[in-house]
């Protein structure tokens, strides 16, 4: 190939050009402050209100239901530390998944040092919870239940809907983190019985530095950032206008073309699995293939190391992820396949292929005809020969 491919969309996709056009007045001819009163403040305060209305009427949620955050990261930490301060005199007792994003995670054992109850919903070999482990781990003391969305990793969608229902006929609030499936599938609010979600615009063609919560009304939350009382008091900070009206752009793109860009990704994630599984022996696929986002597809390659695939694929043009892929320059084995059941050489062997807007059959294509061979030759030199190895 003479281009390069990107097959890496899960970690982060490239800004659509109609994002980045609708960005650049911003940036100068209406530059100002949203909370300045004067002629540039209304003109920044207008455009962030209009991209608010625009992401709630999509969830199906009221506009003061939204609040700006720069990052999924900066989200799911105002989320999980936010809700844990403003409701510890009902109790201190957390349920996360075993999958979840390591942002989830981290914030979750930060709170057990805090003083905090911390435990983890088992999930089975695809990686899914089942709402039966949730209902049994709640207690008395419960104060919030946080599932993923649609897994990372593995791709895996979760049944939030159902979870819902238990949390709430227990009076428990319910979070989930929706960063990879917000603007790949249908949300709608009205339908999933959520409290909180967390979305991002980097990971749906919109930039970098602005991503959401949302929170529903009468939810008790305690700000983790003090100063002018932006987005109602949650989280102070001069807000970054020309992100949010890009992130907005990109989810209105995503509106008129849902459908039809859907049936394209499931389509090429078809070619891709067969052709992988067909064409390269102890291959496997991680995850659900049925259950799961339409672009991220997760491989384990028995005998080999996924680092290797990554370079080798680097230097045919190709670029996907391994491991944990966003913490991929660590050697520790990947929590979310772990929780999964598989072993440290089988983990050791994944690579993460994520397709996205500008990925073709042609590109799909071209990657079953060079992986092959790189197995191939990967296996020759591994000292972890497939026979030896007890999988």
């Not at 597809?297 to 391994?322: Q, T, W």
């Amino acid at each position: 190939m003479k281009k390069r491919i990107y097959l890496d969309y899960a970690a982060t996709t490239p800004c659509d050009p109609r994002v980045i056009k609708a960005m650049l007045p911003f940036f100068y001819d209406k530059f100002g402050n949203s909370s300045s009163s004067h002629y540039f403040g209304r003109q920044a305060h207008e455009a962030l209100e209009a991209s608010r209305r625009l992401i709630a009427g999509v969830l199906k949620v009221q506009p003061e239901e939204i609040i700006f955050t720069a990052s999924a990261t900066e989200s799911n930490n105002l989320v999980l530390k936010g809700v844990a301060f403003a409701n510890q005199s009902k109790g201190r007792h957390i349920l996360i998944s075993a999958v979840e994003h390591d942002c989830v995670l981290k914030s979750a054992l930060w709170l057990v040092k805090q003083g905090f109850q911390v435990e983890q919903i088992p999930v089975n070999k695809v990686g899914l919870v089942n709402p039966e482990s949730v209902a049994k781990l709640l207690r008395k003391e419960t104060i919030l239940v946080s599932v993923i969305h649609a897994n990372n990793e593995i791709g895996t969608i979760e049944p939030i809907e159902k979870i819902g229902e238990i949390c709430h006929q227990k009076n428990v609030l319910f979070h989930t983190d929706a960063s990879q499936s917000f603007a790949k599938i249908p949300l709608n609010l009205e339908k999933l019985k959520v409290d909180l979600l967390t979305a991002s615009s980097h990971k749906i063609y919109g930039p970098k530095g602005a991503a959401l919560i949302y929170l529903r009304k009468g939810v008790k939350l305690e700000p983790l950032l003090h100063g002018g009382g932006h987005e109602q008091g949650w989280r102070s900070s001069t807000v970054n206008v020309p992100a949010i009206v890009g992130f907005a752009k990109a989810v209105e793109i995503y509106e008129k073309t849902r459908d039809k860009e859907l049936k394209r990704l499931k389509q090429l994630k078809t070619i891709l699995i067969k052709g992988v599984l067909k064409k390269i022996n102890f291959s496997y696929l991680n995850g659900s293939e049925e259950n799961s986002l339409p672009n991220i597809v997760s491989f384990r390659f028995l005998g080999v190391e996924g680092e290797s695939i990554v370079m080798r694929l680097d230097m045919k043009g190709v670029a996907v992820a391994s491991g944990s892929a966003c913490s991929s320059q660590t050697l520790t084995p990947s929590h979310v396949l772990t929780a999964c059941g598989l072993k440290p050489a089988e983990i050791h062997g994944t690579v993460r292929f994520s397709l996205g807007r500008w990925t073709t059959k042609e590109e799909i294509n071209y990657v079953l005809q060079v992986l092959p061979e790189i197995i191939k030759s990967l296996r020759k030199i591994s000292p972890f020969k497939i026979n030896r190895i007890n999988y």
